[in-house]
Nanobody
Framework: VQLVESGGGLVQAGGSLRLSCAAS????????WNWYRQAPGKQRELVAA????????NYADSVKGRFIISRDNAKNTMYLQMNSLKPEDTAVYYC??????????????WGQGTQVTVSS
């Protein structure tokens, strides 16, 4: 599975951005899709998650009510709509896909990341 993010950039506080994650390869095997972010000097953190069918989503408390994760299975693309952006949202955002084998092993795939910078 190959993942390519796009849509990052520089935005003023209060603005919006939409990140995209285009997937290719054996995406039919993926069980869950996630967005992570990593700010300078901080650990990578899970921002939002969505199941392959799109029926279940979860968000970090810090982004609830502001970010929306979604998937377009026909386009094999995942999105993160980010609204009311804050300077503390500044980070590199990564697309992640998880596959769980029948034996219980977890396989994780990562994109290269896209920079989001929110100015105050």
């Amino acid at each position: 599975v190959q993942l390519v993010e796009s849509g990052g950039g520089l935005v003023q506080a209060g603005g919006s951005l939409r990140l995209s994650c285009a997937a290719s390869g054996s995406t039919f095997s993926i069980n869950a899709w996630n967005w992570y972010r990593q700010a300078p000097g901080k650990q990578r953190e899970l921002v939002a998650a969505i199941t392959s069918g799109g029926g279940i989503t979860n968000y970090a408390d810090s982004v609830k009510g502001r970010f929306i994760i979604s998937r377009d299975n026909a386009k094999n693309t995942m999105y993160l709509q980010m609204n009311s952006l804050k300077p503390e949202d500044t980070a590199v955002y990564y697309c992640n896909a998880l596959y769980y084998s029948d034996a219980g092993a977890e396989y994780a795939y990562w994109g290269q990341g896209t920079q989001v910078t929110v100015s105050s």
